[in-house]
């Protein structure tokens, strides 16, 4: 392998199979893989690097891919029921690499077109992935439970030659409602004029916790 190292400022790109080089924050390198051989047998490459060029790619690398959207639907999700997360992105003309989807630092479910079997998906406690239904810009998680309240992402990495990635994150709300109506008690059925009214107002349990008012003749109680 023969190797051309120049110092220059700009951002991670990843190239081809034969040869590959990186834009970084510190310099770029170039590298060359079967380099063919002549017939004395001598190795000997030819490379023409310009930094120019590649701050160009580096810049179009970076407006390949752009809007990346993670959509929670529903935004509050009951408990056992069924949430989708819905990743929109726009290529501008580039091929999709990935697309990756995660429950905070984990990944649970990847999506490559270029590969067989284009699925793969991870184990998580308390996802179950309706495989089904779940495609390039869509993953849908069945039987949900309160422990997947909180952060989602998806990743989406366009293809060679320029491999941009961008992420976008979402909040998943696993919420639990009541059973039943509020019930309201009070001590007594009728009451004259000077009266104190003292009632007592309970609901089932809920997740969140319910937060109850009182109304009387349709008037907040903070108005009374």
Known sequence: MV?????????LIRLYT???????EFDVRWAFRKLPL??????????????????LLADY???????????????????????????QYALEGAPLYSIKYY????EFYRYTPGEFPNVKH??????KVDEVISNATQVVIRDVKFSLSGNFS?????????????????????????????????????YEPGDILRANCSTPPSRPRADLHFTLNN???KEL
């Not at 190797?3 to 951002?11: C, L, M, R, S, V």
């Open 154 to 190: 998806c990743e989406v990495t366009a293809d060679a030659p320029l491999f941009s990635t961008a992420t976008a994150y979402a909040q998943v709300q696993v919420v639990e409602f009541p059973e039943k109506r509020p019930q309201l008690f009070t001590e007594h059925v009728r």
């Open 122 to 127: 991870f184990q998580y406690p308390g996802i």
């Open 219 to 221: 008037i907040p109680k």
């Open 18 to 24: 034969h040869l590959a080089y990186a834009c970084t």
């Open 38 to 55: 002549n017939a004395s047998g001598a190795l000997f490459c030819v490379a023409y690097v310009s930094v120019n060029a590649c701050a």
């Open 3 to 11: 190797a051309f190292h120049i110092k220059y400022t700009h951002t």
């Open 103 to 106: 429950r905070g630092n984990y």
């Open 61 to 87: 690398a970076q407006a390949t891919l752009s809007n990346v959207n993670l959509f929670i639907e529903p935004p509050a999700v009951r408990r056992g029921q069924s949430v989708i997360l819905r990743c």
